[in-house]
């Protein structure tokens, strides 16, 4: 029996010897007080020097391998590996855990940082992105997180002089992060020429951007901002692994062993080498410095802290050693002194000297012995023997013992020498006769020998130790202390324990200590059992353990209350639970109970989506509408008390909440009435009222379980929460001030966590017990400290940042670990109450047990604390009130039938009833019972039944009677009872039956009542009294339905499991017919009208026809069946009620249905707990229906009452009885629906327009995929072979003659460019200038700024604020990919702040990840970037009214929508939208907290509750024939009202989410844009439609959209199609597809272009005039289009009919040539825009077209391979005159030399070519090519240009290139949107340059203009023109 419990002494850890110096940096501080902080194993260490002592941190789980200090030198961070490593932020004074920190990191936690003012803390983790991660860590919050580098990161630091800056370091890189809104966004260290690309190992920052950081090659480098700007060489010989800064400078500690200590500018003060010192040795190497004041501390990789002085600096303080690399195994303890020896694998034994030294073995030795008289020495080896050596013979062997097949693990002696016993790798034990080592086999020799020590861990005597199911070899060590009975093992998991001894049953209890971090690998006692010594495997540490026996206990208590936490770490063993009391049949009942479902109903979604791809082809049928009528909960009976406990109260108002099923109950006594909160889906489990007695908080059963915290007034959610739990919350606690809320779940670990529920957030959480908690409580006077309790449980919390600390209750002497069912806080914050399950109530203060109290017979299950005193109830039904301090009590109230008052609402079913439930208020006690009865007592004594349900057990059986309001039921509980359905709803009448029952009938003239019974009988009773009239016993099985025939009731149908039908004569009482030829157990039964024909379902889904009374099998067709009038209807089975299936019927089943007596509407109820109503017949598969969530699990009954008014419905599992009112179409008030409409989608495609389907459909790329616009192949020019040209065979050097001379024929135009001036390389491009507007797949994106000044819009990745007097722009630039969405935020609070979100790739966080940042638009700082889990991009953003809170919606598969507090860059709720587009949301302008959504076929109405986003459907039923469309476009209306444009041009007006009307063709196209103004409430509305008299595309409406009036917009379009409306003053600005940007006077109806851009692009097409601040652009939209760059304007535009690709100016500027995609070519004279000559003479596009400088020529390349010449000189009828041959692939550019004698061609094959003009002979010798000088240059191809080229471009192109007119500079465009400047000529590879970013993928063309003033480029996917200044250098 000794091992039953677990041994009373305990084990105090009291030294530990080691450091951990390798593989970790920068572990060893000072801290305030002077002490020294460091860590070994999983033990943080703080050691006070002056007194010499030690304090242990042990909140971690395993290896600490990070460690920072808190700027004030008190707090410290630790972090951990492991799979889910956390941190723990803890007070180097107490040790006591401050915060916990987890959930993020994998792997484990390789740096952390606090910031300056140590608020904020950065972890690095180990995970294979190195996630960076910045925490809130007082509120266990993180803030931000982002991948940090694809390889390790050995250091991280805030810069201390730049808030939000941090600096992080690793391997082969430096990067600087800055934190703004939740994004953390890296630079990466430029190092440039100054130093080599080297792994950097520590950083310092310093002041004025500057960085100090340690290199691997002992160098230091000194970086300003991003760059390098220095190195400090040879600071060290090798690596610098720790760099400390303080006030006086830096100290840095190096791989050479010395320790450099340098001022604030980094000049050196000294070097201190201890490898010279006294106490250095060859090797060492430095792993940390920390450097305060005159004091150094140095911690090395060999595991030693140094202490230096500085100013003795040779004479280093050794303070602490231990073991370094490779595993620590041996330990041996003196025989007589207080003194330890280890040995490891690092080859050094210390504390050891040599006498002797013999190798017999090749395997490692494990194991060896003395004998305990010292004459022989036994060696164990892992070959599987055992040698015997004399000691006195010079170590002579002397024996071998070889029984082992294993190697050997253990060895012990005998007392006397004599035997020697065994323990190998296979876990078996045998023994030897010593010296000679034969083998001992005879059991009874061995059983009386004494072992001198006892370290094998097999064997009789040490069965205990292991589990009862272990594997064999996790037990690494034991030793025996024979004195204080007690052995003490060590194991594979780092723990522990201490177990009596001798112990010879498995599975023994002990207490266990943790400390080392992987396995123990050995333990010994100290010779005088004083303390135990433990090392640890790989963590290299020794323990040193101070053993306090059982006697000095009590005293050690008293002493030390810290030691108390070393406790808590010690949990008791489990395995046998033989010393604990017989659990109480009813909670071993409730821990039997399982929540979990085959099927959540957060599933269902998805499930359907996958059986509907399955069904796709079968369901063509049009589907049945559903019904008009709908029901709504009128009352329950029932009280869920049978696993539920203290979920009873009453409200402010004096009204009783409780729950059942998956309703919260509001009771009304004075009116017997309730009402409902139907949040939920599954069962609720328990239930908390708020100090205030105003709000509730439920926890509900669920996959992901929500707790809806709701306001018992309105009921309405306040908040949902969810996220943390699994399966369910069984136990939930509002704090005393009623911020937070505590919850429990029911998953495996019983997990608690800590919400602040306004906010949704979770605070903390923590995993709680293995065995199920009953109850959580929080303390009424700390707000941080809770308790749980539950089966053998109970535990003292307290919070911790994102952690709870939790230490168990402390029993002692007094009493046993019991189980707790309830607790309460006393009258201060250290006193605590728990019931037991034996009836006691124990009293606690802080942890421990200070008395216990017998307060009922059985179970305590409830108590509540009053304001003096306590009332607490039991299972044996006694309501006991008690003092405060539970001395005595004062009244018991018992709970009897006898005292029941008149006005009760049922009957007692029995003498104290178990109670569960006990709240006191309004002068009464309010009573909840394990039966589902709510009672209350008065003080005086009488009771009074307010609620009543059936008992645990299910309930199937229900009907209704012909002619009055009542019902009767049956249930497995085995009671019969009838209730009353009127206005009293109460039970009239119960009786006991001696068996259960699952059905029951009333006979048509409502005098009888049939019950069929579960064991086969069924009987007849008096419907009035209840009495027997009859009963039979004819089948074994359960009787399942059991029918009388309509009209006289003559018979009696009974229907069995055993697959049979019996039908009695009811008048004389005989069996009169058998139906057989079931195959399965019968379901349902009914009777046609004439009581000659039965319809039978069963359990095999056979629908079957009988004839009565005989019960012959008939075969009806199923035409035949519709027609038969059927008395009743609950048949689930057969064509008439085909469309009751759901979709997922695989997975569910309809358990019932009934019919209406107008056979109008069928009722169903199935096992997910769905009421539905459905028109019949429901002919056709999945009818649609509307449907009701009330009963959680099975619905197992429907019956509507005899006058249709009311439907009764019965919950199986839930053992309530619901009653619904049937209200009738067109009666029904207006109130909002209970109802979820039909759930399946409409089939009707909502509707088809071009626009629409190519805005759903669009993909987009981020630029950092982007491929390559146009087809090219072959090599690309950096990776081509290069043949040497003559020059360079000759050694002339290249570039010394210029390759451009801009030489055009006329002597003057060579004045004007360049003569006179220096020639100024141009060192800068500043965008001044952007011609465009994505308008033609985004929407809402145009919006006033300052009073209609200024209008804000976007194009490709940049923001735009374009002035609308002036025309200027300024612009926001910092998305590094195109913006997708647009808003401002109206609040005056928040002026000019805009929200802008961009394309992203994967939702990882990363730089490429989608975001959304938030700007102001006059200075353009960003204030905040949200990277968001938006996959793909961010569609749409929108302030709320208060302006605080940010709506985004995603282009991901879900289409998630996000709502942040932007300010902070915390994401609040996030949810998954829909799973078709979503075009729009946004936020009523009044509201922080609604918003509506709109897509494809989709209107969503959407309620923020606290992190939780609940959302309703919008209703179409309440107006005829609307169908649900797909919706673009939301504005709003007072009082609630939403109007959404549709597809058809209908706008729909909504109240709440019930569509009230809608206004037919507003527009005659798409409604795209909707805006509310909110200054007067009016609706701007635009649309997609042609111009006429009466109609416009955009329209003015009043308030409720009644009237409007309509503008048109003059852009001489056939069709307007408006993306963005806007109202002004006096003004709406509008956006439209086509690219413009208008402003429409409201009075005059004016409108005025502001911006101009091309529809359609690419725009190729791009050319600047000769001489003016002009140029042209061509695009796909077929029109070529004049800009003045001066003026900021589009000047003209010619619509050519087709697509233009390329356009060119004569050298005059008075002709211009343009080339289009269908081959043919046009020649326009500028002046009057009047048609040359033109001319088609390919089929193909034609891509680039050319003047030559002699205006003689025209050159014309197409993508036919082919350049084309014609001689201008000839006149327009413009025939060709010749023609190159041989271009290898199709044309890109063309450029004639100065002389027009010679023109140079890129094509797509990557290859250059040389051609004479006019003839077309290509020019093959490169030294003639190399003396051509050109006019001008655009190819991307040439040795000139080679270093355009970058590394990146496997998929991308460089697709255009120009040269400036000076002939010194170059611009390229390429496929990833940049813009490049490089210097020209630039031959070498992957030249120098600068980036521009702007444009969307794919820059299209580049020009400069005359003079080199500007840049022009035209975008590709952008549809848009950039202007850039040139920047030119100074002189």
């Known amino acids: 029996m000794a091992a039953r419990s677990a041994p009373n002494c305990h084990l105090r850890l009291e030294w530990v010897y080691g450091y951990r110096g390798h593989q970790c940096r920068n572990n060893l501080y000072y801290t305030a007080a002077k002490e020294i902080v460091y860590f070994v194993a999983g033990v943080g260490v703080v050691y006070s020097p002056r007194e010499h002592r030690q304090k242990f941190y042990r909140g971690h789980s395993d290896d600490i391998i990070s460690l920072a200090l808190h700027p004030e030198r008190v707090l410290v961070a ?22 916990v920190l987890k959930d993020v990191h994998t792997h484990g936690i390789a740096c952390l940082a606090f910031d300056l003012d140590g608020q904020r803390l950065v972890s690095v983790g180990l995970d294979s992105k190195n996630a960076v991660c910045v925490w809130d860590w007082k509120r266990g919050k993180m803030l931000s997180m982002a991948p940090g580098h694809t390889d390790r990161i050995f250091d991280i630091s805030w ?37 080599d690309l080297q792994t950097i190992l520590c950083l310092a920052c310093a002041r004025d951007e500057l960085t100090y950081s340690g290199a691997l090659n002992g160098d230091i480098y000194v970086w300003k901002g991003i760059n390098l700007i220095r190195t400090i060489q040879g600071a060290h010989t090798a690596g610098i692994f720790s760099m400390n800064a303080c006030e006086e400078g830096f100290a840095t500690g190096g791989r050479d062993g010395c320790i450099r200590l340098w001022d604030l500018t980094f000049k050196p003060i000294t070097v201190i080498d201890l490898r010279e010192t006294d106490q250095g040795y060859k090797g060492l190497s430095v792993r940390s410095v920390c450097w305060r004041g005159d004091h150094i501390l140095v911690g090395t990789q060999d595991s030693e802290i140094f202490e230096i002085v500085v100013h003795e600096r040779n004479k280093p303080f050794l303070i602490m050693q231990g073991h370094c690399e490779g595993e620590l195994w041996a330990l041996a303890i003196h025989p007589t002194k207080p003194l330890a020896v280890t040995g490891s694998d690092d080859r050094s034994v210390r504390d050891m000297t040599e006498v002797v030294h013999i190798k017999d073995r090749k395997e490692a030795i494990h194991e060896l012995k003395y004998s305990p008289d010292g004459t022989y020495l036994a060696v164990g080896c892992n070959d599987s023997s055992v040698d015997i050596y004399g000691v006195a013979q010079r170590y002579k062997k002397l024996g071998e013992c070889v029984g082992s097949l294993s190697f050997i693990t253990h060895l012990d002696w005998s007392s006397d020498s004599r035997y020697l016993q065994t323990n190998d790798g296979n876990g078996k034990r045998l023994f030897y006769r ?12 061995i059983k009386g020998v004494h072992w001198a020590s006892w370290t094998c861990v097999s064997g009789l005597e040490v069965n205990g130790i292991w589990p009862k199911y272990s594997d064999i070899n996790d037990i690494n060590s034991v030793d025996g202390n024979y004195i204080g009975q007690v052995l003490v093992t060590a194991d594979d998991y780092g723990i522990i324990k ?54 000095k206990l009590k005293d050690a208590l008293h002493i030390a209350p810290q030691e108390s936490l070393a406790d808590s770490n010690s949990d008791e063993s489990d395995s046998d639970l033989s010393d604990v009391p017989e659990l109480d049949s009813e909670i071993e009942q409730e821990t039997q109970l399982t929540y979990r479902r085959q099927v959540y109903k957060e599933d269902l979604p998805q499930l359907k989506e996958q059986y509907k791809e399955k069904q796709k082809s079968g369901t063509s049928k049009r589907r049945e509408r559903a019904p008009g009528n709908s029901i709504r909960l009128h009352f329950v009976h029932g009280y869920r008390g049978y696993d539920c406990r203290s979920n009873l109260f009453y409200t402010q108002t004096g009204e009783i909440v409780y729950h059942v099923a998956a309703v919260g109950v509001i009771y009304n006594r004075q009116q017997n009435t309730q009402r409902f909160y139907l949040g939920h889906d599954d069962d609720i489990l328990c239930l908390a009222i708020h100090p205030l007695k105003d709000y509730v908080a439920t926890g509900q059963v669920g996959r992901d379980p929500s707790i809806h915290v709701w306001d018992t007034e309105t009921i309405k959610p306040l908040s949902v929460l969810k996220g943390c739990h699994q399966y369910g919350v069984c136990a939930v606690d509002f704090s005393a001030d009623g911020k937070r809320l505590a919850s429990v779940g029911i998953d495996d670990s019983h997990t608690i966590v800590l919400w602040d529920w306004k906010k949704g957030e979770k605070l903390s959480i923590a995993r709680g017990s293995k065995d199920k908690i009953f109850v959580v409580k929080m303390n009424p006077y700390v707000p941080d400290k809770l308790i749980t309790a539950g089966i053998k449980h109970v535990k003292f919390w307290r919070r911790a940042g994102g952690g709870l600390i939790g230490r168990k209750g402390y029993v002692g002497t007094l009493g046993k670990n019991d189980t707790m069912m309830c607790a309460v806080y006393g009258w201060t914050e250290e006193m605590a109450f728990s019931g037991t399950s034996t009836g006691d109530v124990c009293i606690w203060r802080d942890v421990f047990l200070v008395k216990t109290v017998k307060a009922h017979d059985g179970p305590v299950f409830s108590m509540h604390a009053l304001e003096k005193g306590f009332v607490t109830g039991g299972k044996d039904g006694v309501v006991a009130l008690w003092d405060d301090s539970f001395e005595r009590c004062l009244k018991t109230y018992a709970i009897k039938r006898a005292a029941l008052a008149p006005g009760s609402k049922g009957l007692l079913l029995e003498d104290n009833p178990s109670i569960r439930a006990i709240s006191l208020g309004h002068g009464h006690i309010l009573i909840g019972t394990k039966n589902g009865e709510i009672l209350e007592v008065d003080k005086s004594g009488p009771i009074t039944l307010l609620v009543q349900g059936h008992m645990e057990g299910e309930v199937w059986g229900l009907a209704t009677h012909p002619y009055l309001p009542i019902c009767a039921t049956v249930s497995d509980d085995k009671t019969l009872r009838i209730w009353d359905l009127s206005p009293s709803h109460c039970m009239l009448a119960v009786r006991k039956l001696k068996k259960g029952g699952r059905c029951c009938c009333f006979s048509p003239d409502g005098k009888a009542l049939a019950v069929g019974l579960n064991d086969g009988s069924f009987l007849m009773a008096n419907a009035d009294t209840l009495e027997d009239l009859v009963s039979f016993h004819h089948r074994k099985d359960i009787i399942s339905d059991i029918r009388f025939s309509p009209g006289s009731g003559k018979y009696l149908a009974v229907a069995s499991h055993d697959s049979f039908i019996d039908i009695y004569n009811v008048m004389s009482s005989k069996r009169v017919g058998i139906c057989k030829g079931a195959t399965s157990y019968i379901t349902h039964v009914d009777w046609d009208i004439r009581g000659k024909l039965l319809q039978v379902n069963t359990g095999a889904k056979e629908q079957l026809f009988f004839e009565a009374p005989r019960g012959k099998k008939q075969t009806i067709p199923s035409v035949e069946v519709e027609k038969i009038c059927w008395a009743s209807w609950t048949s689930v089975l057969g064509l008439c009620c085909e469309g009751i299936w759901p979709v997922i019927g695989e997975v569910t089943d309809i358990t019932a249905s009934c019919l209406t007596s107008d056979k109008m509407i069928l009722a169903t109820g199935d096992d997910l707990g769905f009421v539905k109503l459905f028109r019949y017949p429901a002919k056709g598969k999945f009818g649609k229906f509307k449907r009701y969530m009330a009963h959680s699990t099975h619905v197992t009954n429907v019956r509507w009452t ?55 459909e669009i993909s987009y790329t981020i630029r950092a995929l982007s491929t390559n616009i146009r087809p090219m192949f072959g090599v690309k020019p950096h990776l081509q072979q290069k043949e040497p040209s003559v020059d360079e065979r000759q050694g002339v050097v ?69 002035n609308v007097a002036t025309g200027t722009q300024s612009f926001y630039q910092e998305h590094n990919d195109d913006i997708l969405c647009l808003t401002v935020n109206q609040h005056p609070k928040f002026i000019n702040i805009v929200a802008t979100g961009q394309v992203g790739d994967l939702a990882d966080m990363s730089a490429t990840a989608p975001s959304i940042h938030i700007w102001d638009a006059v200075n353009k700082q960003t204030l905040s970037i949200l990277r968001c889990y938006h996959s793909k991009g961010v569609c749409s953003v929108s302030f709320s009214a208060t302006g605080k809170l940010l709506l985004s919606v995603g282009l991901d598969p879900e289409h998630t929508i996000t709502i942040w507090r932007w300010q902070e860059g915390t994401k609040i709720a996030s949810r998954a939208g829909h799973n078709q587009r979503i075009f729009v949301a946004e936020f009523r302008p009044d509201s922080d907290s609604q918003f509506v959504s709109v897509g494809v076929k989709h209107v969503k109405f959407w309620t923020l509750a606290g992190r939780a986003l609940l959302s309703k459907k919008g209703l179409l039923s309440t107006v005829e024939d609307a169908r649900m469309q797909t919706m673009l476009a939301v504005a709003f209306g007072a009082n609630n009202l939403t109007f959404t444009g549709a597809v058809s041009g209908d706008v729909c007006v909504w109240r709440d989410h019930i569509l009230c009307r809608i206004v037919a063709r507003a527009h005659n196209g798409p409604v795209f844009a909707m805006y509310t103004t909110l200054r007067d409430g009016l609706v701007v509305t635009g649309g997609k439609e042609r111009p006429s008299k009466e109609g416009g595309a955009v329209k003015l409406w009043d308030q409720e959209l009644r009237r409007c009036r309509a503008f048109r917009l003059e852009t001489g379009q056939i069709t307007d199609c408006v993306r963005s409306v806007c109202r002004g003053k006096g003004k709406i600005l509008v956006g439209t597809r086509n690219a413009e940007i208008i402003e429409v006077g409201e009075k005059n109806a004016a409108c005025n272009i502001l911006v101009n851009g091309h529809v359609d692009g690419p ?31 589009m000047l003209n535009k010619v619509n050519l009919g087709h697509a233009a690709r390329t356009v060119c100016y004569s050298p005059e500027g008075d002709m211009v040539a343009i080339g289009m995609k269908n081959g043919e070519f046009i020649i326009l004279l500028v002046s009057s825009l009047k048609i040359w000559g033109k001319k088609r003479d390919r089929r193909c596009a034609i891509h680039d077209i050319r003047f030559s400088p002699d205006s ?32 290898p692939s199709f044309v890109i550019q063309m450029d004639f030399s100065a002389d027009s004698r010679y023109l140079q061609v890129s094509t797509g094959c990557y290859k250059r070519h040389v051609y004479e003009v006019p003839s077309g002979k290509p020019v093959l010798d490169q030294a003639a090519m190399d003396r051509i000088t050109w006019a001008t240059w655009t190819s991307i191809l040439g040795d000139e240009v080679m270093g355009i080229w970058s590394r990146h471009t496997e998929k991308a192109n460089v697709n255009c290139a120009c040269v400036s007119h000076s002939g010194i500079s170059l611009v390229t465009g390429d496929d990833f949107g940049m813009v490049k400047l490089f210097d020209f000529p630039c031959p070498e590879k992957f030249a120098k340059h600068k980036r521009f970013l702007g444009h969307s993928p794919h820059v299209t063309n580049i020009r400069f203009t005359s003079g080199d003033r500007h840049v022009v480029s035209a975008g590709g996917d952008d549809c848009s023109l950039f202007v850039w200044k040139c920047v030119h250098m100074p002189h």
């Open 434 to 445: 010593m010296p000679g080592g034969k083998e001992v086999t005879n059991k009874e020799e």
């Open 1752 to 1783: 003689r020529f025209l050159a014309v390349g197409s993508s036919e391979n082919s350049v084309d010449f014609y001689d201008l000189t000839l006149g327009p009828t413009l025939n060709r005159i010749s023609y190159c041959r041989d271009i």
């Open 1659 to 1689: 725009i190729w097409g791009l050319v600047t005039h000769p001489s003016r601040d002009f140029f042209l652009s061509a695009a796909e939209d077929g029109t070529v289009r004049l800009w003045d760059i001066a003026d900021k304007k």
């Open 78 to 99: 630790t972090g951990q590996v492991g799979k889910e490593p956390y941190i723990c932020v803890w007070d180097s004074y107490t040790v006591q855990t401050i915060s």
């Open 498 to 551: 201490l177990f009596r001894y001798p112990c010879l049953r498995k599975g023994a209890k002990f207490k266990k200590y943790i400390g080392h971090s992987a396995h123990v690998t050995n333990v010994r006692w100290s010779h005088d059992y004083q303390w135990v010594i433990s090392i640890g495997g790989a963590d290299h540490s020794v323990f040193q353990w101070k053993f306090i026996p059982e006697r």
């Open 1294 to 1362: 290249r570039g010394s003659r210029p390759p451009v001379s801009r030489a055009p024929p006329r002597p003057e135009k060579l004045q004007t460019n360049n003569v006179g001036k220096k020639k100024r390389q141009i060192e800068d491009l500043v965008l001044e200038l952007v011609f465009g507007y994505r308008g033609r797949d985004c929407r809402n994106n145009v919006h006033y700024l300052n009073d209609g000044d200024d209008i804000i819009y976007h194009t490709a990745s940049v923001g735009i604020l374009h």
């Open 159 to 195: 810069d201390l002089y730049q808030p939000n800056k941090l600096v992080s370091c690793g391997v082969k890189h430096i990067k600087f992060w800055s934190l703004c809104g939740n994004a953390l966004t890296p630079k990466r260290g430029v190092f440039g020429k100054t130093g």
């Open 1202 to 1256: 005899y006058d249709d008014s009311m439907l009764v419905t019965l919950g199986g599992a839930d053992m309530s009885l619901m009653v619904w009112t049937n209200e009738i179409e067109g009666y029904r008030e207006k109130r909002p629906c209970d109802s979820e409409e039909s759930d399946t989608d409409s089939e009707e495609d909502g509707g088809y327009d071009s626009d629409v389907t190519r805005e759903n």
